[in-house]
């Protein structure tokens, strides 16, 4: 019967494609479990960078605490000297070594600031590439 072979060469033509279509989807199914998997190490990543930036900028919030009062202290300092001083030679240097002092810390400041600032601006950016 003609119609039989018909049959017989539809079914295999319908099994050669659903495993061809099969082959395809399973493909796909697997390079995307890969770039999940790349995906999930790099969160992980960036989860681990964020707590370090996170840990970091607590550090420099707490030294930029601690050089706040002796950059107080020695401006006060400063001004006490040059108030009660009346050696003007001995007031001098005084008042360039406090200044010394002074220039030193607020370079200081100014450094731990920018280096948190810094900090802060990768945690915002690995924090909105997490998400």
């Given at each position: 019967?003609?119609?039989?072979?018909?049959?017989?060469?539809?079914e295999?033509?319908?099994?050669?494609?659903?495993?061809e279509?099969?082959?395809?989807?399973?493909?796909?199914?697997?390079?995307?479990?890969?770039v999940?998997?790349?995906?999930?190490?790099?969160?992980?990543?960036?989860?681990?960078?964020a707590?370090?930036?996170?840990?970091?900028?607590a550090?420099?919030?707490?030294?930029?605490?601690?050089?706040?009062?002796?950059?107080?202290?020695?401006?006060?300092?400063?001004?006490?000297?040059?108030?009660?001083?009346?050696?003007?030679?001995?007031?001098?240097?005084?008042?360039?070594?406090?200044?010394?002092?002074?220039?030193?810390?607020?370079?200081?400041?100014?450094?731990?600031?920018?280096?948190?600032?810094?900090?802060?601006?990768?945690?915002d950016e690995?924090?909105?590439?997490?998400?």
């Amino acid at each position: 019967y003609p119609c039989v072979g018909r049959l017989a060469q539809l079914e295999a033509q319908h099994r050669s494609r659903l495993e061809e279509t099969t082959a395809y989807f399973e493909g796909i199914v697997t390079a995307n479990k890969a770039v999940i998997r790349s995906l999930r190490d790099e969160i992980d990543r960036l989860e681990d960078c964020a707590d370090r930036s996170n840990t970091r900028i607590a550090e420099l919030t707490e030294e930029n605490e601690r050089l706040a009062e002796p950059l107080a202290q020695t401006m006060e300092q400063m001004r006490a000297l040059a108030a009660q001083s009346k050696d003007y030679e001995k007031d001098a240097k005084v008042l360039m070594n406090t200044k010394g002092r002074i220039a030193l810390t607020k370079r200081r400041i100014k450094d731990v600031h920018k280096e948190y600032e810094e900090l802060q601006k990768r945690h915002d950016e690995a924090a909105f590439a997490a998400h």
